[in-house]
């Protein structure tokens, strides 16, 4: 692995662990970290309330919070399968939501993509 992108690993742990930190002490259940799938990994995956949420995060200089529509079917069927693998999850409700690290600090966007009422 380059020394770039060994930099860009731990830099992504961090910021992970820094984002399940933040949730923790608002109040949500952090559930899975770095959720491996056949469909990909989900970043985070945490309860709040009634709600399960699928949490991707992303550490950027910008602030572009869009992701690519592959990006958004790989993380929902990441989700899909996640859930069929934790059958008491099931019923939940279930949300998607980006988390940004950016130079200005942490910005969360709740209901990001999918479909949520």
Excluded: C
């Excluded at 820094?18 to 559930?31: N, Q």
């Excluded at 929902?76 to 279930?94: E, G, I, N, S």
């Amino acid at each position: 692995m380059s020394r770039r992108r060994l930099w860009a690993e731990r830099w992504g742990r961090a910021v992970e662990l820094l984002v399940i930190v933040w949730l923790s002490l608002r109040g949500w259940r952090v559930l899975d970290h770095r959720a491996k799938t056949p469909f990909g990994e989900i970043d985070l995956i945490a309860q709040h309330r009634q709600v399960l949420v699928f949490l991707e995060v992303k550490a950027h200089r910008g602030g572009d919070w869009r992701l690519s529509a592959s990006q958004v079917q790989r993380i929902q069927r990441a989700a899909d399968f996640w859930r069929a693998q934790h059958p008491r999850m099931m019923k939940a409700l279930v949300r998607f939501d980006l988390v940004y690290i950016t130079a200005k600090g942490l910005a969360h966007r709740q209901a990001a993509f999918g479909d949520w009422p």
